[in-house]
């Protein structure tokens, strides 16, 4: 078939739309997730699968995808919300501001080198807009597959983004920041991300606090 013959038909059909004939049902493109594949068990192959993902519209925007960062089957896992722009520019996790802020408070206060916890996001790329609810579901069962390889005892909800949905929770945020929640077979603690640290610096020393707690839980581990 031409190139010249197939332009024709979609104009036909286009067309015949104009006047109320459907050929196929709608395709929402949105409702598909890596839930729908069979995910590998080895983290080398889930970032494989993770660097060839286009299931959402962040793909389409991304320079590069943010998988994971940190020692496998670490005690520790924190998760953020999505990859900063200047993650996307280089590929590296703890990369900008923000970036540099959750290092020190990582290995100032636990007292852990950065590389000895595990760090990913809710979602894999950074596209043109802020990642939305639909976003972070395409990539939930990455995530999932991610806690279930590495076995983390301790899961560090870094902001009210990721505390919101990984707990599925209309509790205020305030009101459990800090707290140590049950989210399947390990302890969550949500705490305030780096990004909204910067903006609000004064919350810097109630996250000190927050910090040390996670550091005695641990140590305990």
Do not use: W
């Not at 590296?92 to 408070?105: P, Q, R, T, V």
């Not at 991610?146 to 929770?169: D, R, T």
């Amino acid at each position: 078939m031409t190139k010249q013959v197939k332009n024709q038909i979609l104009k036909y059909l286009y067309y015949q739309k104009l006047f109320g004939f459907d050929y196929h049902s709608n395709l929402n493109i949105n409702l598909y997730s890596s839930c729908d594949f069979n995910l590998p068990s080895s983290l080398k192959e889930l970032k494989n699968s993770v660097d060839n993902c286009h299931l959402c519209e962040l793909s389409k925007g991304r320079k590069n995808t943010l998988f994971g960062y940190g020692k496998e089957q670490s005690k520790i896992m924190f998760i953020c919300d999505e990859p900063t722009k200047s993650e996307d520019e280089t590929g590296f996790f703890y990369s900008g501001n923000s970036g540099e802020l959750l290092s020190k408070m990582i290995e100032n206060v636990l007292n852990i080198k950065k590389e000895d916890v595990y760090i990913t996001n809710l979602v894999k790329c950074r596209g043109a807009k802020e990642a939305n609810f639909q976003n972070f579901e395409s990539c939930n069962c990455y995530l999932l597959k991610q806690i279930e390889i590495i076995k983390p005892k301790l899961i560090i909800a870094v902001g009210e983004k990721v505390y919101s949905y990984l707990m599925k929770n209309s509790e205020e945020f305030s009101k459990n920041k800090g707290k140590t929640l049950n989210f399947n077979s390990s302890i969550l603690i949500p705490i305030f991300s780096p990004i909204y640290l910067l903006k609000n610096p004064s919350l810097k020393k109630d996250t000190y606090l927050d910090m040390l707690k996670i550091k005695n839980l641990y140590e305990e581990f």
